[in-house]
T-cell receptor, first 115, second 114 residues
Framework: EPEVTQTPSHQVTQMGQEVILRCVPI?????FYWYRQILGQKVEFLVS????????KSEIFDDQFSVERPDGSNFTLKIRSTKLEDSAMYFC?????????????FGPGTRLTVL | DAKTTQPPSMDCAEGRAANLPCNHS???????VYWYRQIHSQGPQYIIH???NNETNEMASLIITEDRKSSTLILPHATLRDTAVYYC???????????????FGQGTELSVKP
């Protein structure tokens, strides 16, 4: 069964460093998402991406964040200068296309720890 | 998207049916009810969705009241592996170039006990 994959599973970084989280969405899916979940809190929407551009972003997704689909398969989230409060699980998701029946498929997540 | 209300936690005996309620009294006519679950910090997993009619798939059944103001997710024979946080999410149909974000609440923490 096709699935969303994410690498690395765990990333440890120093405050102020740049990190890139990588995702491979399900092939033929058109819509891509990043969510995050701080330990013990809700899953929060960060950004959605369609047709090589951001279609929606939350207030969390400020200038320190960017997303890119550098080739036909990868979807990346970059945090330019990490802060302690960026420590969280980051989930990538993808969905096929329009229509309410197109549910989102989530990856296993990357645990980001900022020291 | 309409707001949902779920009990924070529930217990269920292994092998019994787990019935998870959700209130969505402000749901509008074109909004769907989605259920996802999250097993211990893994990525959320889609379970089922519906608009008006009851729905069933290999994982669960979804019962939506006639006035659509509430719904119940039914896991017919709960196993220990069904222990998870279950999220009820209401949203409109995805349209062209719409973001399609999912707004997660706190969900219901279901504990299936032997």
């Amino acid at each position: 069964e096709p699935e969303v994959t994410q690498t690395p599973s765990h990333q440890v970084t120093q405050m102020g460093q740049e990190v890139i989280l990588r995702c491979v969405p399900i092939s033929n899916h058109l819509y891509f998402y990043w969510y995050r979940q701080i330990l013990g809190q809700k899953v929060e929407f960060l950004v959605s991406f369609y047709n090589n551009e951001i279609s929606e972003k939350s207030e969390i997704f400020d200038d320190q964040f960017s997303v890119e689909r550098p080739d036909g398969s990868n979807f990346t989230l970059k945090i330019r200068s990490t802060k302690l409060e960026d420590s969280a699980m980051y989930f990538c998701a993808s969905r096929a296309g329009t229509g309410a029946s197109n549910e989102q498929f989530f990856g296993p997540g990357t645990r980001l720890t900022v020291l | 998207d309409a707001k949902t209300t779920q009990p924070p936690s529930m217990d269920c005996a292994e092998g019994r049916a787990a019935n998870l309620p959700c209130n969505h009294s402000t749901i509008s006519g074109n909004e769907y009810v989605y259920w996802y679950r999250q097993i211990h910090s893994q990525g959320p997993q889609y379970i089922i969705h519906g608009l008006k009619n009851n729905e069933t798939n290999e994982m669960a059944s979804l019962i939506i009241t006639e006035d659509r103001k509430s719904s119940t997710l039914i896991l017919p024979h709960a196993t220990l592996r069904d222990t998870a946080v279950y999220y009820c999410i209401v949203r409109g149909p995805f349209g062209y170039n719409q973001g399609g974000k999912l707004i997660f609440g706190q969900g219901t923490e279901l504990s299936v006990k032997p």
